[in-house]
């Protein structure tokens, strides 16, 4: 978990034991992949009120 996304590629073409991503790191987030779930309280607050 926290490779990017072409390197999580990278890693599922060369490894031997069978993985999957959890999450990927993006630009949009600022390369913190569990920035969506760790505010998703927060934002939905302020979209409510």
Known sequence: MGLCVGHDSL?????????????????????????????VDSYYRSLIH
């Open 11 to 39: 890693f599922l073409k060369y490894s031997n034991a069978p993985c999957t991503v959890l999450a990927a790191k993006d630009r949009l987030l600022g390369h913190n992949p569990l920035a969506a779930i760790y505010t």
